[in-house]
């Protein structure tokens, strides 16, 4: 579907940006790749990797509308991947992270409208699921901003969906590559703030792949959530350093003890597929036909039970010690 087709990613500097980009190079023939971001350094890198004649470096801030609009001319798929993503930098800077994730978010429906793009898919987190701190809640109501879009939009324009997931391994700035920076600084116990902590966990690879296919899913509306692994974080630790010694540092400000994807609170609108969930619009659209029962690709979802919650604790699937220590060198 992106052969000969334009692709925007917003925050294509990133760890998900750049490995969503390597992909589409990989599997596909697109006229256009624009990465849009605001540090011309990583551009800069990131062009000595990624020089393929597709690729476009847009320097732009998605605080701002009119350059999000002219960067949008001629696309067809937008990626929303800039954000603010720090949680303890968003509870101390907390205009910044609104301005970044609720603003922008808005800026970058506004230009797709404007520019008249066909489909827009946003990152979400499982912290804007019942979040509990700002970054989550910025995220929530970026969630909620994009799938109102479609109403916005009405039957001719783009369409917009969300895509949901939990921790990426190796990304930037999160805990596998800190641990490691703090084993090779000699530290012995690596810092766990609490050994019951669980986390949902996805590849890299898996994300990039789960959004490239919702593009193809989508009617406009959806929140999509893969099914994925749950690690315990004391696996974790002894995957990455033999043993299961650590220092108990305490649940930071704005953590939680589990993550949850599917809250309980929206079981009734939620539905089950295969390998995914579908958190279906509490409001309608201009089409009142549409049914997420069945998908733009033709799979088919039920509905999920009663008080049903997709939550990082009760996940079915947990990785093991093995596998982690697998899944680190594939990713990292
Ligand atoms: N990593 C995870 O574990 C994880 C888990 C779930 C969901 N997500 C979501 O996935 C998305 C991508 O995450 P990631 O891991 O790729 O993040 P990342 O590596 O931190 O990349 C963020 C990107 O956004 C850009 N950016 C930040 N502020 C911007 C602004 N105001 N205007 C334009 N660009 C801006 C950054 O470049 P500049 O600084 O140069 O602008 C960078 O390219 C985010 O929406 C995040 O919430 C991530």
Request: with cysteine; glycine share 6%; aromatic share 10%.
């Amino acid at each position: 579907m992106f052969n000969n087709k334009s692709i925007l990613i917003t925050g294509g500097t990133g760890s998900f940006g750049k490995r969503f980009t390597a992909h589409l190079i990989k599997h596909y023939s697109p006229k256009k790749i624009i990465i849009y971001s605001r540090d011309e350094l990583k551009q800069f890198e990131m062009q000595q990797h990624f020089n393929a004649p597709c690729m476009r470096y847009f320097i732009g801030d998605v605080r701002d509308k009119e350059r999000l609009i002219s960067a949008m001319r001629d696309v067809d798929y937008v990626v929303h991947a800039a954000a603010l993503k720090q949680v303890p930098a968003a509870e101390y800077n907390p205009n910044e992270c609104i301005k970044t994730n609720i603003y922008g978010a808005q800026n970058v429906i506004d230009a797709a409208i404007a520019a008249d793009v066909s489909r827009v898919i946003a990152l979400s987190t499982d912290k804007a699921a019942n979040p509990v701190n700002l970054y989550g809640a910025t995220k929530l109501a970026s969630d909620k901003l994009f799938v109102a879009a479609n109403n916005i939009s009405g039957a001719k324009g783009p369409r917009f969906a969300v895509v949901r997931y939990g921790n990426v391994v190796g990304s930037r700035g999160s805990v596998v590559p800190f641990f490691h920076q703090l084993l090779a600084q000699g530290v012995i116990k690596l810092p766990v703030t609490h050994k019951e902590m669980t986390r949902f966990w996805i590849t890299l690879d898996d994300g990039v792949e789960f959004v490239i296919k919702n593009f193809q899913r989508m009617h406009g509306g959806e929140i999509f959530v893969p099914k994925i692994p749950s690690i315990r974080i004391l696996d974790l630790v002894e995957s990455i350093c033999g043993n299961r010694e650590y220092d108990l540092v305490g649940i930071r400000p704005g953590e939680k003890l589990h993550e949850v994807m599917v809250p309980e609170e929206m079981a009734h609108h939620s539905l089950e597929f295969d390998d995914h969930y579908v958190i279906t619009p509490a409001i309608k659209f201009f089409d009142k036909t549409v049914s997420y029962l069945k998908n733009k690709l033709g799979e088919v979802g039920k509905p999920v039970a009663d008080k049903f919650e997709y939550h990082s604790g009760t996940n079915p699937h947990f990785l093991t010690v093995d596998e982690l220590k697998t899944l680190d060198k594939v990713t990292l």
